[in-house]
């Protein structure tokens, strides 16, 4: 991660002010309050040698530098090149989550009395291996950010030819049954395996679709993406891209 941070502002010579605090144990302390869920003032001293407002402002740094993305189209190139993507089978699903202080990307939740929410939106391989990680109001149907969604995975190398980002078929459940997706789906090379909305359960895609469920609870064990606490949706959607950065290198240190 350090080579994708950007450089230290230059100290002055005649009132140099404090030290900065190393962006080793400021990365420490954003990850206690990403898993953690703690307020940031809340962070332990000792943690990030300082207040934990420190870590929110490397946090809104790295975020507003393009840290994150970066970061984790690294570690899917890394899982490519170990071959453990599958990058022909993905599914995509939404979780509602409440916001308590409101903000970008916020509206009434339809599954929560018409509270404020976020939506949070994931597409993942065969394996669960989040590829992409959006944000948007609790008020958005699924469907209408499915194409948003498929543009955000980023292009995995890791094997020789072209990087892959497409992919070749895309499992989802009724809420996304429109046959106008479909034929967007269709013209970008992708074919949609989408259940069929007043049709008997059993159509066995939930054999292949039910991964993009566990990605989502692998996703909410951080406790500071359960409920939404940010008012910026950019530093929310860089602890979104954080979190899947985590899992991916999870799976990485387990197969080495």
């Not at 070749?168 to 106008?180: I, N, T, V």
């Not at 909410?220 to 940010?230: A, D, S």
């Not at 950065?245 to 387990?254: A, D, E, G, N, Q």
Request: hydrophobic content about 40%.
């Amino acid at each position: 991660m350090a080579p994708l941070l950007p450089p230290a502002p230059e100290r002055r010579r005649r009132y140099p002010g404090r030290l900065r605090v190393p962006d080793r144990a400021a990365l420490v302390g954003v990850m206690y309050v990403l898993r953690t869920g703690v307020a940031w003032r809340d962070v332990p001293a000792e943690t990030v040698g300082r207040s934990g407002v420190t870590a929110w402002h490397r946090l809104r740094d790295w975020t507003e530098a393009g840290v994150w993305p970066r970061l984790h189209a690294i570690l899917l190139t890394e899982l490519r090149r170990a071959g453990l993507l599958d990058l022909d089978d993905c599914s995509v699903d939404g979780s509602h989550v409440r916001a308590l202080k409101g903000g970008d990307h916020v509206g009434p939740s339809p599954v929560d009395r018409a509270r404020p929410g976020s939506k949070h939106h994931l597409i993942v391989d065969r394996h669960g291996t989040p590829f992409a990680v959006t944000l948007t109001g609790g008020n958005r149907h699924d469907v209408t950010h499915l194409q948003p969604l498929v543009d955000a995975v980023p292009s995995i190398r890791g094997l020789r030819g072209r990087p892959r980002r497409r992919p070749r078929c895309l499992y989802a459940d009724r809420g996304h049954d429109f046959d106008k997706y479909r034929r967007l789906l269709w013209k970008r090379g992708i074919k949609p395996l989408i259940a069929r909305r007043g049709v008997t359960h059993g159509s066995g895609l939930g054999k292949v679709r039910w991964v993009v469920e566990r990605a989502f609870a692998w996703l909410h064990q951080f406790k500071r993406l359960r409920t939404r606490h940010e008012r910026r949706a950019d530093l929310h959607q860089g602890l979104l891209e954080l979190a899947c950065s985590l899992i991916c290198l999870r799976r990485l240190t387990i197969a080495a």
